[in-house]
C-alpha cells in the first residue's frame, strides 16, 4: 500500500530535550516536505526536500533541521525543542516538484512540549 | 504574493443539506487549484484538483470549478452525509508548474448532523 509513515504519532517532551519524528514514504516520490498545522493559522512549511542530499527552508523553518540521505526518509530534528514547537506535524510527499502532482500526506504527530 | 481564501467555519448542516465552501485565490501566472479533506485524527488527503481554467475537478459527489474570470474554486456537494465532516482545505500551487511549495487556506470545519 502506497503511503506516507511517520513516527512517533504522539510525544510529550520536555523543553531542550532533543528529538527527531521519522517519516517514510514507499511511493519512490522525489519531493518531500514538513507542515506545522496550528490553529488559526492553517499549514505552514517549514522544510522541503526535491531530492536526495537537497534541501530547503520553508516559511518557518526556525529551530528545525532535516536531512535527506535516503530517497524514502526525511526526518525532522528538533535540537532543543521549546513550548512554541507545540503543535501537530504532517510529512508528505509527491512524485515531484514540478507539476501540479497530488501530496501524499502522513498521519501526523502530535508533538507537546512542557 | 500567492494567497488563498476561504470561508470561515465551523459549518454545520443537517445531512441532506447542500454544500457549499468558497475559496478564491490570488495568484500569478497559472496555477492549479487543490481541494484537500482532513477526516478527524487523519492526515490531509487529496479531494480533487483542477488544472486549468474550467476544469471540474469531482470526487466523492464533490465538485470545483477553476473559475479564473472570478478567480474562484468553489466546493460544493449536493447532499451531504454524517461521513463529510471534516476539515476541508483549499490549496493552490505555483502557476509556473512549481509544486515546490503548496499555498493553503486556513481551513473549513464542516459538521454534518443526522
Known amino acids: 500500500e502506497a503511503q506516507v509513515t511517520q513516527n512517533p504519532r504522539y510525544l510529550i517532551t520536555v523543553t531542550g530535550k532533543k528529538l527527531t519524528v521519522t517519516c517514510s514514504q514507499n511511493m519512490n516520490h522525489e519531493y518531500m516536505s514538513w507542515y506545522r498545522q496550528d490553529p488559526g493559522l492553517g499549514l505552514r512549511q517549514i522544510y522541503y526536500?526535491?531530492?536526495?542530499?537537497?534541501?530547503d527552508k520553508g516559511d518557518v523553518p526556525e529551530g528545525y533541521k532535516v536531512s535527506r540521505k535516503e530517497k524514502r526518509n526525511f526526518p525532522l530534528i528538533l535540537e532543543s525543542p521549546s513550548p512554541n514547537q507545540t503543535s501537530l506535524y504532517f510529512c508528505?510527499?509527491?512524485?515531484?516538484?514540478?507539476?501540479?502532482?497530488?501530496?501524499?500526506f502522513g498521519p501526523g504527530t502530535r508533538l507537546t512540549v512542557t | 504574493g500567492d494567497s488563498v481564501t476561504q470561508m470561515e467555519g465551523p459549518v454545520t448542516l443537517s445531512e441532506e443539506a447542500f454544500l457549499t465552501i468558497n475559496c478564491t485565490y490570488t495568484a500569478t501566472g497559472y496555477p492549479s487549484l487543490f481541494w484537500y479533506v482532513q477526516y478527524p485524527g487523519e492526515g490531509l488527503q487529496l479531494l480533487l484538483k483542477a488544472t486549468k481554467a474550467d476544469d471540474k475537478g469531482s470526487n466523492k459527489g464533490f465538485e470545483a470549478t477553476y473559475r479564473k474570470e472570478t478567480t474562484s474554486f468553489h466546493l460544493e456537494k449536493g447532499s451531504v452525509q454524517v461521513s463529510d465532516s471534516a476539515v476541508y482545505f483549499c490549496?493552490?500551487?505555483?502557476?509556473?508548474?512549481?509544486?515546490?511549495?503548496?499555498?493553503w487556506g486556513l481551513g473549513t470545519s464542516l459538521g454534518v448532523n443526522p
Open positions: 526536500s526535491m531530492n536526495v542530499e537537497v534541501t
Open positions: 490549496a493552490l500551487s505555483g502557476g509556473a508548474g512549481n509544486n515546490r511549495k503548496l499555498i
Open positions: 508528505a510527499s509527491s512524485l515531484s516538484d514540478r507539476g501540479p502532482y497530488e501530496q501524499y
